[in-house]
């Protein structure tokens, strides 16, 4: 019954995977087609993500079309959907090599099937009718099976190569990519060019008389601003990785909820940059370093108790076992056997994520939060491109020079 089941399963997702696949084509294809013929080429999703304004006869049309290519694709082929759920249309006996009556049968049997709304599908989803009447079945792919023809030709590799054809083209068009803008118009960053290859170094220690800081000192800024978030959050992401490791929390309901909510909380502020905080604590706190610190603060945490979390999970089960084995309680048994196994890649992540933080502080500079990000816009906002230049190249050697001693320490470490 439960292979039944799973048969079933994986039939209606395979269909759906392939049936999905030419609706995106179609669409993608309109989308291609209505940018490169509109006569506004402004970026407004609105403009370009749009739905032909068809009546209701067409949209059944095409509902039609594109279920009627899944059917063909599926019974004169291994579809895209077939072979990303490993199955494949088989003879009745099991045999994988299936003549052309046989899948035309399939074929036109299938058509009976849609007339009726797939009613004889839902009757009996392991093996419905039309399968049955065409001498052929859906089954699990054997391993190791001999293919039938090369795979650069198969249905599946073609469908495949289609998709990402259109999306390449949609995402050519959507994105306004012009190589032509490049040459055309090579002389008109001549000045910004000229100014970062000349870095003018006279305000590295001494201020701007428009700005508070020194290079120096926004650098200096920066530096703690990746330091003191880096800390803060490695301190606080560690307790929160032993809740979000399956292998210690997940014991029991309590501990399946407590493991739910410490990953979701992990994924969703993980997925939040550092520069969306940064412009809420901007307007909150005030423009500065602070608010900065906080938006790195908050995304550290997610950052690296996600990447702690995962590294529980994955010790040694051995020293676990013989810790429990000793009568130990589930915090002895953390501190005697887990710690010691993660501890040192716990300390390479948190160097590791240092230097990604003193990257994102100059991101999160241009958006208020303070540091050298903030005196690299202000530079570059008001033209002073040799200024721009010198940020650019301290910036640069520190981020260097960072990188290979952080590298040099993780090497030791793990």
Known sequence: ?????????????????????????????FSVHYIRTSPTLIWRPEEKFVLPELGLTDWILVLLVTV????????????????????????????????FFPRFGHFLASQLVLLTVGLPVLVRPDRPWHERAAGVALLPRPRGAPRVRPWWTSAYALTGAALAGVTVALGWVVTDIQVGALIRDVDKPARLWRGLSRPDLSYFFVPHPLEVDSIFGALVKSLFMALLATLAGAAIAFPFSFLGARNITATGP??????????GFFNVFRSIESIFWASIFAI???????????????????ALGKLYSEQVEHIDPGPVEAATAAGGNRLQVIKQAVIPQVLPPFLAFTLYRWDINLRMATVVGFVGGGGIGLLLKNFKDGGEWTQVGAVIVTFAVTVWLLDFVSGWVRERIV
Do not use: C, K, N
């Open 1 to 29: 019954m439960r292979e039944r089941l799973l048969l079933s399963r994986r039939r209606f997702l395979s269909f759906f995977l392939d049936w999905i696949s030419w609706v995106y084509l179609l669409y993608a294809g």
């Open 68 to 99: 009627e290519l899944t059917l063909l694709v599926r019974s004169f082929g291994v579809s895209l959907g077939q072979r990303a759920f490993g199955v494949i249309l088989a003879r009745a006996d099991g045999s994988p090599r299936v003549g």
């Open 254 to 263: 309590v501990g399946r909820v407590g493991y739910a909510l410490t990953r």
């Open 284 to 302: 909150w706190v005030g423009f500065g370093a602070f608010a900065g610190t906080i938006a790195l603060f908050l995304h550290t945490i997610a």
